[in-house]
Nanobody, 119 residues
């Protein structure tokens, strides 16, 4: 059973940094694309960043140059380094992955971790 557990959220001031981590189990981690999504108040859940099994990364325009996604294939974890945080980065951040099984896609989500950026 695939499990994703996020950690590292919290309350910070604008301009500060946070590092989110996602511990995974029950999957062949090295084969999966891993993603971070966030749900911002009043908006739909949006993709923040993802990283393929080969290490290719992709970022939302709003976080380019400030956030860095990385993966540790030895520890089966994916991280999101967030710098120069802004109030509009406030939201619940979710770790995500998916798998194809017999022609069907299955999506897996963590429980989410709250990030609040406020002075």
């Amino acid at each position: 059973q695939v499990q994703l557990v996020e950690s590292g959220g919290g309350l910070v001031q604008p301009g500060e940094s946070l590092r989110l981590s996602c511990a995974t189990s029950g999957m062949f981690f090295t084969s999966n694309t891993m993603s971070w999504y966030r749900r911002v108040p009043g908006k739909q859940r949006e993709l923040v960043a993802d990283i393929t099994s080969g290490g290719v990364t992709n970022y939302a325009d709003s976080v380019k140059g400030r956030f860095t996604i990385s993966r540790d294939n030895d520890k089966n974890t994916v991280s999101l380094e967030m710098n120069s945080l802004k109030p509009e980065d406030t939201g619940v951040y979710f770790c995500h992955t998916y798998q194809w099984r017999v022609g069907s896609r299955y999506d897996f989500w963590g429980q989410g971790t709250q990030v609040t950026v406020s002075s």
